[in-house]
C-alpha cells in the first residue's frame, strides 16, 4: 500500500512511463539551461532521482532529511565529480513530486550551497521539474505565477516546468510554459542584479537654495 502523493507510481508499468517521461523531460531541459547535475531529497524525489541520474549520466546530490537513525554522516550525498562545471559555478536541476510549502527546495537550496562552498565559488539552482503536478485547468494570469518559484530567504527566482499532460506523445521540445518560465525568470533576476548595483546619486543641494529656485521665500527672509 503506497501513500496518497505515492499512488501515481504504484504500478511498475506507471513508475517506467514515468521515468522516461522524466529523463525526455530532462533531456529537452538539459539543451537550454546546462546543469551540471540533478538534486533531490526524501523518496518522492530518490525515486525518480536515481533511476534517471543512471540513465543520463548526469550526477546525483542527493539531500537528506536527517542525520539521525542514519547510516551516513553528511547532510548532501554525492557519488562523483562535475565535470561539465564551468566558471567555477555548480548548475544543478531539482527533480520533485510537487511543492507543498516549500519546505524541501528550500533544504536543497541551503545545504547544496553550504556543501559545495570549498568546491565551487556558487551554486546556481537553474529550475525544479515537478513530475506529479500540473499547471493544467488554471486561468493565463495563474499559470504565469505557477512557473515561478522564490526562495524566500536568498530572495532567488527559480523556474518551475512539468511533464507534458498529454500521454499520447513524447515532448520534442520544450512547451511556451516551459519558455515563460525560463524568459520570466532570467528578465527578474537581470533587474535584480541592476537594481542591487545601480546607486542613484541625489545631488546635495541645501535646502535653502532649493526654496529660493521656486520662488518661496525662507523663513529668515522678509516678505
Do not use: W
Amino acid at each position: 500500500m503506497a501513500s496518497d502523493y505515492l499512488m501515481a507510481l504504484a504500478s511498475m508499468k506507471q513508475y517506467q512511463k514515468t521515468i522516461t517521461q522524466v529523463c525526455n523531460k530532462v533531456q529537452l531541459l538539459q539543451r537550454e539551461l546546462h546543469f551540471d547535475a540533478i538534486a533531490f531529497r526524501g523518496i518522492s524525489g530518490m525515486s525518480i532521482g536515481f533511476p534517471v541520474a543512471q540513465k543520463l549520466s548526469l550526477p546525483p546530490i542527493i539531500i537528506r532529511k536527517s542525520r539521525r537513525n542514519s547510516h551516513g554522516y553528511h547532510m548532501v550525498e554525492t557519488f562523483e565529480e562535475f565535470p561539465t562545471a564551468q566558471e567555477q559555478v555548480l548548475r544543478y536541476l531539482i527533480i520533485d513530486d510537487f511543492i507543498a510549502s516549500g519546505k524541501t527546495t528550500r533544504a536543497i537550496l541551503k545545504e547544496t550551497s553550504s556543501f559545495m562552498k570549498g568546491l565551487y565559488e556558487t551554486t546556481m539552482c537553474v529550475g525544479i521539474l515537478l513530475y506529479l503536478d500540473t499547471p493544467e485547468g488554471k486561468t493565463k494570469e495563474e499559470k504565469q505565477k505557477e512557473v515561478i518559484y522564490c526562495s524566500y530567504k536568498r530572495n532567488v527566482v527559480i523556474p518551475k516546468f512539468f511533464l507534458s499532460p498529454s500521454k499520447r506523445f513524447e515532448e520534442k521540445k520544450l512547451s511556451q510554459l516551459d519558455k515563460l518560465a525560463i524568459t520570466t525568470c532570467k528578465k527578474i533576476t537581470e533587474e535584480r542584479i541592476k537594481e542591487k548595483f545601480t546607486i542613484k546619486r541625489i545631488p546635495k543641494t541645501k535646502p535653502q537654495k532649493v526654496i529660493d529656485l521656486i520662488g518661496i521665500p525662507s523663513a529668515n527672509e522678509e516678505v
